[in-house]
Structures are given as structure tokens and as C-alpha cells.
């Protein structure tokens, strides 16, 4: 079940109820590919940072250890020991990130494995079928995420294969949570709105997917090429056609500014490996903009990351002492820094919840923004 809240212009904020507990949004997902968060940090570290949601990779877990092999042991949650809302991607974006490995066929699509090779072949029901054993609470449907800049044509070609792949994974989603042995039997289904740039493509597939009375919908073929501005004016058009009612996801997206200005779009659901990524090159967000904690002029300085930040590393470690873990290429220093990262995005959208229902999201936004530019 999912509740707005409060509202302000197309900014919302709701609760999203699922199996796994309530998810309150604006949300951002925290990406944990293999079922662990690059840079060491564990399932208790995530509720320390106020993590919701963690992200997990159908595809990659699909190659190791093998879905089959996590469902023997419980599913995802007790796998990696995590009790709170987990959702697993479609495969879909590798269908676009993995160009030169695989073939786009009307059944589904087949893959040589990035790690050594073998051949694989994945389509709606596959993609459910190990999403099913993987027993997350949310399931992404499979797609096909074209480039932002694919011609017409192939756009409307690939956008009508991925509704007829959409009702297709609905239908085996629905068969799969009926079985005996299935371990979530309430798994959820988002379907995925593509149509690379194209304002009245987009618009069409959103108005199409909508009748499926799907558990939510996201907003997929973003931030793969197209300009932040491109990106916004596609928002603009297709959320309003996408259900108010259902929660809503821009997927792989993205810095905090496409966070606050694609929230007040009316986006709920957020996902990117930027946080982490950065933190693990000494790259770290503070409401005064980024800082680089490899240079120099950290060498002697005795402040936390940021001085305003109560996780755990800005709680103990100061920018010096971070900065020689890195120079001495210590396993710590990654995992500081991506915890001051993902704590600042939860931290970013706990403000952003906080100041819709409080009326004062305008101002907030417009603070926020002008502050992250340092």
C-alpha cells in the first residue's frame, strides 16, 4: 500500500508499506550489487546510516553465486542478512551496458558472461523466475534500456518490445508468487517507462504501462547520455502521465541537484553508484559542496569531513587522518568515506521528506541546491 503524505507542486512524500516493512519516501536506494556495498561496509552499517532500501543486482547474482544457490540458503534478506526492503534490478541495463555481448531477440537476450564467457540467455520469465529466487520485495520487469540517442525507429521498436516483455513478466510474477515453494510470495512488480528522448513516445508507454495496475512504476533510459536539462524536460512530460498513486522511480540517478530537482518532478525512488563510487576515490559530499580529501591541503587538517555531520566517520576520524589511510592505501579510508556518502544521500533525503510535509520544500530546495555548489 502506498500513502502520499504530503504534497507540494509535483513533490511528494509517502509511505510505502511491503513485506519487508515501510518504506518512506523520497528514498534513496542504497546499491549493493552482489548483495554487499563496495567498500566494506556491511548490512549493520547500513542502519547505522539510515538506509531504507538496498539495491541488488539480478544479473550479477544471477553469474555468482547463482540465484538457485541463494534461494537454497534462504533468499537475499537472510543471505546477507539484511531485514528491511530489498530491491533487485531487471537485467534490463545490462542489456544496454554489455553492447558488445549480446543479442536482442523477441524471446529475450543472450548474453556472453562478462566474468568467463559462457553463453546465457535471459527474458521476462527468466528474469522473474530468478528474481523470485533472489525473494526480494520489489522485482523489476524486464526491459531493454536503449541509448538516449538511438534513433526513432528504433526506439518505438524497442519501447514495444518492452511492453510486450512487461505483461509477459506480470503474468509469470503472478504464477511464480503462487507456488509452494516460493519464498515471497508478496513479491512486488514495477514496470519501466522507456523512450529514450522522445517526449510523445514517453508519454504513450507511460499511458500504456499504467493500465496494468502495476505495484509501482519507474522512469528507465535516463542518465545514459542524454544532458541533466534533457533529462528534466522528460520528467516533465511523462511523470504526470504515470499513476499518482503508485510510487515512482528514476533509475540510476544520480548527484544530490538531480535528486531535488527530479523529486520535485515527483519522483520517489532514487538509486546511483555515485556515493559510493566517489567515496572509494577520497571524494566525499558535504553540504557545502564535494571535496577531494587526497589533496594537499588536508595533509594537517584536524576537522571531520564535514564538521555538520553526525555519521559515523564525521563522529571520530578527521579529513588528515583520512587522507594518509589513502596515501598508505588502507582498505579503511574507502570504507569511511563511502559511509559519509551514503549517510549524507540518507541524510539528503530525510531533509527532503522532512521539508515537503513541513510546507517549506521551495526554500529547502533552493538552499540546498546553492549550498552543494561549494
Not at 68 to 94: A, C, N, Y
Not at 293 to 304: A, I, R, S, V, Y
Amino acid at each position: 500500500m502506498y500513502k502520499i503524505l504530503a504534497e507540494d507542486g509535483m513533490a511528494k512524500s509517502a509511505v510505502f508499506e511491503t513485506v519487508h516493512g515501510k518504506i518512506e519516501t523520497p528514498v534513496f536506494m542504497n546499491v549493493g550489487t552482489a548483495a554487499a556495498i563496495k567498500g566494506a561496509v556491511s548490512s549493520e552499517d547500513l542502519k547505522d546510516i539510515k538506509c531504507q532500501v538496498e539495491l541488488s543486482n539480478t544479473y550479477h547474482l544471477h553469474l555468482r553465486p547463482g540465484d538457485e544457490v541463494v534461494k537454497k540458503l534462504g533468499g537475499l534478506h537472510k543471505f546477507m542478512v539484511w531485514d528491511r526492503p530489498i530491491l533487485t534490478d531487471s537485467g534490463g541495463f545490462q542489456v544496454f551496458s554489455l553492447a558488445g555481448l549480446r543479442k536482442i531477440k523477441e524471446e529475450g537476450v543472450y548474453f556472453a558472461s562478462h566474468i568467463d564467457g559462457r553463453k546465457i540467455f535471459m527474458g521476462p520469465e527468466e528474469s522473474m523466475q530468478i528474481q523470485s529466487n533472489l525473494a526480494s520485495t520489489i522485482a523489476m520487469a524486464f526491459d531493454e534500456c536503449p541509448d538516449a540517442r538511438s534513433d526513432r525507429e528504433y526506439i518505438i521498436n524497442s519501447v514495444e518490445r518492452t511492453t510486450r516483455w512487461l505483461k509477459r513478466c506480470k503474468i509469470e510474477m503472478d504464477r511464480l508468487n503462487g507456488l509452494e515453494d516460493t519464498i515471497n510470495k508478496n513479491q512486488m512488480l514495477f514496470g519501466i517507462n522507456q523512450g529514450g528522448i522522445f517526449d510523445d513516445i514517453r508519454i504513450e508507454h507511460a499511458k500504456e504501462i499504467s493500465k496494468l495496475d502495476l505495484d509501482g512504476y519507474a522512469v528507465g533510459g535516463l542518465a545514459v547520455g542524454e544532458t541533466h536539462e534533457e533529462m528534466y524536460k522528460v520528467l516533465d512530460a511523462v511523470v504526470p502521465h504515470l499513476p499518482r498513486n503508485k510510487p515512482t522511480y528514476l533509475m540510476g540517478v544520480g548527484t544530490p541537484e538531480n535528486i531535488l530537482e527530479s523529486v520535485d518532478r515527483g519522483i520517489d525512488f532514487f538509486d546511483c553508484v555515485f556515493p559510493a563510487r566517489n567515496g572509494r576515490h577520497a571524494n566525499v559530499y558535504t553540504d557545502f559542496g564535494k571535496l577531494n580529501l587526497m589533496n594537499k591541503k588536508f595533509e594537517l587538517d584536524e576537522l571531520p569531513i564535514d564538521p555538520n555531520c553526525e555519521c559515523p566517520t564525521c563522529k571520530l576520524y578527521s579529513r588528515a587522518y583520512i587522507r594518509h589511510l589513502f596515501k598508505a592505501k588502507e582498505m579503511l579510508a574507502m570504507r569511511l568515506c563511502v559511509m559519509h556518502n551514503l549517510y549524507f544521500y540518507n541524510t539528503l533525503m530525510e531533509e527532503i521528506r522532512d521539508a515537503i510535509k513541513n510546507g517549506t520544500w521551495k526554500e529547502y530546495k533552493k538552499k540546498k541546491i546553492e549550498g552543494l555548489k561549494g
